[in-house]
């Protein structure tokens, strides 16, 4: 059975359930053993880049990656907004007003940090036992509550094809328009942000307050925890892949998605312990969270208290 990581490239168009439903498909027919097979967060099917799938006793680790950071490049287009915040949605509100590159300058830094942020009613939350999405397509109102988190930076995307200054007067910025216009239609963004925040909510936020309506129209995940796109291939890919009976190339190990975690060497008689569930006394290491490891097979992830080791998820390879 496999168990590890593919770094899949989510094409536009794809929710992330599908995308793992291809990737089962594609396995099956690669003649591969049933194997469990999961995602590290969802992604909107119009947006694209890196979705993280986990094969296996990876899947352990999906929860897990849920809560990691993430980053994307975004581009917000002035002068609409739409119920879903997205160019899928139908158009609520419309503005001429367009910022300029001074004021977006300007306005960036209030989004930066900890900020309270509503999630957007076409959402996967559930209220009363229902999805928001599913609530607000049927017209009901769908009001989430406001949440915290944390956009560690967000910046303008540099275009090399503008010849213009951009913002700080050093690097260049996309914008749709004539060069030396003062007002743009549209900015692409950078973002490193918390579990739990909503791209499309900040583009809207990030419109409002700068006197204006505006909605995403290009989404792409550059990075999920310690994945980037450097790593993501495409279905395509993948599928040549499986039938050139060559899935070793492209499925990163079940650690992969651990690196982060310090590494604690355990005798085979502690493996054994610890794949029984039993805690481990007397070991020396700093607390936290590890990986315990019988040379180089993961034994388990466990956490080191008052030098005492605990299980939080066994390996079953």
Known sequence: MLHGWIILDKPIGLGSTTAVSAVKRILREAGEPKTRVGHGGTLDPLASGVLPIALGEATKLAGRMLDATKAYDFTITFGAETDTLDAEGVVTATSEARPTLEEIAAVLPRFT????????????????????????????????????????????????????????????????????????????????????????????????????????????????????????????????????????????????????????????????????????????????????????????LVEIADGNVRVVRGFNL
């Open 113 to 300: 940090g900890e900020i309270e942020q509503a999630p957007p009613a076409y959402s996967a939350l559930k209220v009363g036992g229902k999805r928001a999405y599913a609530l607000a397509r049927a017209g009901g109102e769908v009001v989430l509550k406001s949440r915290c988190i944390t956009i560690h930076s967000l910046t303008p995307q540099p275009n090399p094809s503008h010849s213009g200054e951009g913002l700080g007067g050093s690097k260049p910025l996309p914008f749709r328009g004539e060069v030396g216009m003062g007002n743009i239609d549209e900015i692409t963004l950078s973002a490193h942000v918390s579990k739990g925040t909503y791209i499309r909510s900040l583009a809207h936020d990030i419109a409002r307050a700068l006197g204006t309506v505006g909605h995403v129209t290009m989404l792409r995940r550059t990075r999920a925890g310690p994945f980037g796109l450097h790593q993501a291939i495409s279905l395509d890919f993948l599928m040549e892949k499986a039938k050139g009976r060559a899935l070793e190339d492209v499925i990163l190990p079940l650690t992969a998605g651990l690196d982060d975690i310090p590494a604690l060497s355990v005798s085979p008689a502690e493996a054994a312990m610890l794949r029984k569930g039993r805690v481990l006394t007397g070991i020396s290491e700093h607390q936290g969270l590890h990986l315990a490891s019988d040379g180089s097979t993961p034994v388990a």
